[in-house]
């Protein structure tokens, strides 16, 4: 049951260039959130008046994480919110990753699409799983590194000037070989790295699950504003709402233009 | 203590005068985790059609400055699914419910009114013809009088519950229309429905929803919608529901005096989860410190 709450911000950390780490103390949702659901963060005051939607990165002790990247208005204003802030925040929305049992766990994120992955890498850890973290980044400046990782952590970059050279997807292919099968893969990141990674997939009958973005105005199932084209198991064509029945779908499902 | 009760004609009375917008406010359990819905005096649901609709393809929202432009094509679970799936939760709520219908020929209002009349949680309802995302129907049947006259006679026929009219502000003049629907048997009308927008990305050139022009609403249409229930005030005794861009306390007290009866909260829903709660809290601190004992005293008391 989602929860609509006002809450502290307990620190907001500059990662890289662009991207920040936000802790807020929220232990009603923490308590209730599962690896691929987001929160929805509010403004006041503003020309804009849209909420914001973050994948929860991590949930414990009470504290619910998120990783953004400054790509406009509100994450800028975000950017400048110190610790002690209060914000209104609504969550967890959206569904959550199955997780698989047996096998290697692959967990791709490309840009900021690492932050779901974190929290789905936390949760596989504490069910004794070991599972693969590959993050993928334009450029160093576009890189973190977090020291908590307990978990297998490749890190690759378009340009080479962090880890494997080249994006992360070849440098999944370069990896899988070494890879004990079955693969149960999950990926966020821009919609034409999802595509190359789910056309690959298919091919090696790896199974996919991917949290695809979509702009949303209420997050919850009001407005079906975020209406996405995907395919139902008899292969029937629907439009499906991301931000109540997604953000996570098989991969076989969605149209990455959809 | 403020009354805040308010009668619109005979048949309905709300607990208070703040509704849901259709559209945005799903099907009334979607937010029901945060916050209890018999805080408002009334519930409008999306638009439904006899038939459901899959709806538009995306993009369907786009945000503009203090606004939105949306074109959600009126997708719906259509009438019977409708009474399946939210009979039980929308039974347990106590105050109005209202269902919005929304057709494409006038056979298709008929057939989900005659349907819908026969449900006895149902209050009343509310007919969508001001929607300008649908190809038919829509917005053609509230743009000429006589054939929203004609089509509001004829519902008026087939139940004998409340019957409100949702106009467009996409026309030459509310008042006309208005009047019309007054004349022709309506119980109340609401305004108002979004007005034509529509925004284009100056880097791809493409426009920014699917279908070129949908339907404008938030904070920003505000001043529109007051000068629509002005107009429509002077010329109807029927009560007027007011909405269009509502955010808060100030807003709703503005439409009252405007000559709105209630208000619907539509676009703030997805800014502000909480705003009838707040809206309500600061209803009653403006009545008690301005000496109002009933809320309905302020309703069309603007002092020109
Ligand atoms: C389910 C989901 C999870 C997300 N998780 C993260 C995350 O963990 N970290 C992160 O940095 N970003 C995440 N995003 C994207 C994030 O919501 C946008 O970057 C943010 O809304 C940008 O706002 P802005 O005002 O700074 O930028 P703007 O200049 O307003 O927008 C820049 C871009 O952000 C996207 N965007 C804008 N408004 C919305 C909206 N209301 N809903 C969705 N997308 C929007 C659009 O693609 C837009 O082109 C997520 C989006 C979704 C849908
Ligand atoms: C996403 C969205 C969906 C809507 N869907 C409907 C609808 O199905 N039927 C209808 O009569 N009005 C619909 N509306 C219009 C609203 O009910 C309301 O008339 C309008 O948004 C103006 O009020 P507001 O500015 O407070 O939102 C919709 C509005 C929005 C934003
Ligand atoms: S954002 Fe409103 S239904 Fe998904």
């Known amino acids: ?107 791709i994120g490309g840009g900021v699409g690492i932050a779901p992955m974190l929290f789905l890498k936390d949760s596989l850890v504490t069910k004794n799983s070991k599972p693969y973290l590959l993050i993928g980044a334009r450029n160093k400046d576009e890189m973190f590194l977090f020291e908590d990782y307990e978990s297998e952590l490749n890190l690759s970059t378009d340009d080479g000037s962090h880890g494997f050279r080249g994006n992360v997807v070849s440098y999944f292919q370069a990896l899988v070989d070494s890879m004990e099968k079955p693969l149960h893969v999950y990926c966020c990141g821009p919609d034409k790295m999802l595509e190359v990674l789910a ?36 292969g029937e064509i629907k439009y499906s709402l991301v931000c109540k029945d997604g953000p996570v779908y098989n991969a076989g499902d969605v149209f990455f233009n959809g | 203590m403020v009354d805040m009760r308010i009668k619109l004609g005979e048949k309905i009375s709300l607990d208070n005068p703040l509704m849901t917008a259709s559209g945005t ?70 105050g109005q419910l209202i269902v919005n219908i929304a057709g494409r020929t006038d056979d298709e209002y008929f057939a989900a009114l005659k349907r819908l009349t026969q449900v006895d949680w149902i209050q009343g309802f509310e007919i969508n013809v001001s929607c300008p995302n649908v190809k038919e129907g829509g917005i053609e049947f509230g743009k000429d009088p006589k054939v929203l006259g004609q089509l509001v006679k004829e519902l008026r026929q087939l139940t004998d519950k409340f019957l409100m009219i949702k106009l467009s502000p996409n026309v030459t ?37 699917n279908s070129v022009i949908g339907g404008l609403s938030g904070p920003a249409i505000k001043p529109v919608a007051i000068a629509s229930v002005i107009k429509a005030s002077k010329v109807i005794d029927i009560p007027i529901i007011g909405m269009g861009g509502i955010s808060c306390g100030q807003d709703v007290v503005e439409f ?49």
């Open chain 1, 1 to 107: 049951m989602k929860k609509y709450l006002s809450s502290k911000i307990i620190s907001n950390q500059q990662l890289s260039k662009s991207f920040f780490q936000m802790d807020i103390n929220c232990p009603e949702i923490v308590k209730i959130s599962e690896p691929g659901q987001f929160v929805n963060i509010y403004f006041s005051g503003d020309k804009k008046i849209f909420p914001r939607p973050f994948s929860i990165a991590g949930a414990k002790n009470g504290i619910l994480k998120i990783v953004y990247k400054v790509v406009g208005s509100q994450t800028l204003q975000m950017s400048r919110w110190k610790s002690g802030h209060d914000l209104k925040i609504l969550g967890p929305l959206g569904n959550k990753f199955s997780i698989k049992t047996g096998g290697t766990h692959v967990l």
């Open chain 2, 173 to 209: 003049d509310i008042g006309i229309m208005a009047e019309k629907c007054q004349e022709c048997g309506a119980d109340a009308v609401a305004m108002i429905n979004t007005l034509y927008g529509a925004a284009i990305d100056i880097y791809s050139r493409k426009p920014l929803i």
């Open chain 2, 256 to 304: 009252l005096l405007a000559g709105a009866s209630a208000v619907e909260l539509g676009t703030v829903h997805f800014f502000n989860p909480h705003a009838v709660i707040e809206i309500l809290e600061f209803l009653k601190k403006y009545c008690d410190e301005n000496n109002i004992s009933a809320i309905s005293d302020l309703v069309g008391k603007i002092d020109y």
């Open chain 2, 25 to 94: 406010f799903g099907y009334g359990n979607e937010l029901s985790d945060v916050l209890d819905i018999n805080n408002y005096g009334g519930i409008v649901t999306k638009s439904l059609s006899i038939e459901p609709r899959i709806g538009n393809p995306p993009p369907r929202i786009v945000e503009t400055h203090c606004g939105m432009i949306n074109s959600i094509g009126l997708a719906n679970i259509g009438v019977e699914t409708f009474l399946e799936e939210k009979a039980g939760f929308l039974s347990d709520y106590k």
């Open chain 1, 199 to 234: 056309a690959y997939c298919k091919k090696m009958k790896f199974d996919l699950q991917v949290s695809i973005e979509k702009v949303m105005a209420c997050g919850m199932g009001l407005c079906q504003g975020c209406a996405t084209k995907t395919k139902t198991e008899s």
